[in-house]
């Protein structure tokens, strides 16, 4: 019903989950886009318990988006 | 002077005498049904009626806007509440669809009110009459419009727009023209108004009423709003910017606004029946931030890149463009800038930073490239 009433968005959100799940984030590493993607911005979440956790997350982070491991999210951008 | 949009007058026997009820009276065609009502009577309801009643409360009220909205400043003037033509996306069947015409005597308060308050603003201001009215329908009978441009023109800080759908410019041309009155008309492409605004005029009659009051000394002011993204939008969006700046030298258009279907879900439950064969209001509109449904952001972001190219084409850089009701991510990533608290107003004074050239160089006028 919801992909008959909203047939581009639903194939965004799917598109969305499978290009996350490609880029295989590190663990407490969350992205998430607003409500029928408004406004072209994702959200990206760390959590962390030590400031030693916290680097070691934004270092594979940004290897992530060196590699263009993130490239796919781009299209959801701007 | 054709027949008026409505078929009898009520009139509050507190406002009879007032100049206002007096002039609007004797301008009425002979025949047409006056009644002045008892006291404490329910008050009359559709829009065939009009209502000479007082308002009580404030005539000038800041835009409501929408919440997370960029927010233009803009000031809501209303001498009257009701519009007589039946557009199907207007918000007022919404809210109220029962109301009748109504139009406030006491224009002596409206007056005062107004004064002192634009005696209070200090940068520059937009006010309008637009909101809840249309602002030239009427005026062959209410003459309103003379009236606010005097009022309005020794303000020089204060911009006035007269918003309208109609044709009716007779009353402007016979006054005298102040440089910060602003005659806008909202528009679409003629199968659209056919379909979607009973009762408006159609596409030629706006602009050559545009044309008229141009040549008269005014600057007018162009709304697309709501544009309707259905298929072929593009060309015959397109078509319509052709037309508008072959009627009216892009240099003395005042601004141009931007603006997609945008309703709150009740709307589709109060008038979906009524809407059936209507695609556009059951097309993929996503509920967004203030609740209203609008088009899925891609393609509203896509329209208003295209429709601000195509603008600036036909109307040059220089020409001021805005969005409606939109956010400032929708604003940066659609034109490529986004304004900050008070810039709108000073921007579409005149009195701002240009903006880029092309859509995505900038996060907002003056600023570096991203």
Known sequence: MRR????????WEEAFGEDVRGAVLPPQVHLSHPPGFEGGRLTCAISFSALDELEGRLQDL??????????PLARYLV | MNAPPFAQVEVEPEVADLPFTREFLGRLPG???VRIRSPGEPPPTGKRTVHLTREAGAFLKPCPCSPGAVRCGYWVFSPVFQCPFSCTYCFLRLYAPDA???????????????TRQAEEWTGPVRVGTGQFADSLAMDPWTRHAPWLVELVGRFRHVELELKTKSDRVEGLL???VFANAV?????????IIAREEPG????????????EVVRAGYRVAFHLDPVFLEDGWEETYRDLLGELFAAVDPGRVAWVSLGTLRFPPRFLERWGPALRGHREFFGELVPGEDGKLRHFWPARRDAYRFLWKELRRWGGVGLRVYLCMESRATWASALGWAPDDGELERYLAGAGASVPASPGLTSRPGAGTR
């Not at chain 1, 008959?4 to 194939?11: A, H, V």
Request: hydrophobic share 45%; no cysteine; charged share 30%.
């Open chain 2, 100 to 114: 009748p015409l109504t139009l406030y005597a006491n224009l002596e308060d409206a007056a005062r009110e107004f």
């Open chain 2, 174 to 176: 016979e006054t005298e």
């Open chain 1, 4 to 11: 008959r009433r909203y047939p581009r968005l639903t194939s």
């Open chain 1, 62 to 71: 940004l290897r992530l988006v060196r590699d263009r491991r993130l490239a």
């Open chain 2, 183 to 191: 005659v806008a008309w909202s528009v679409n492409p003629p199968r």
């Open chain 2, 200 to 211: 408006a005029a159609p596409l030629a009659a706006r602009l050559r009423a545009a044309r």
């Open chain 2, 31 to 33: 025949g047409l049904p």
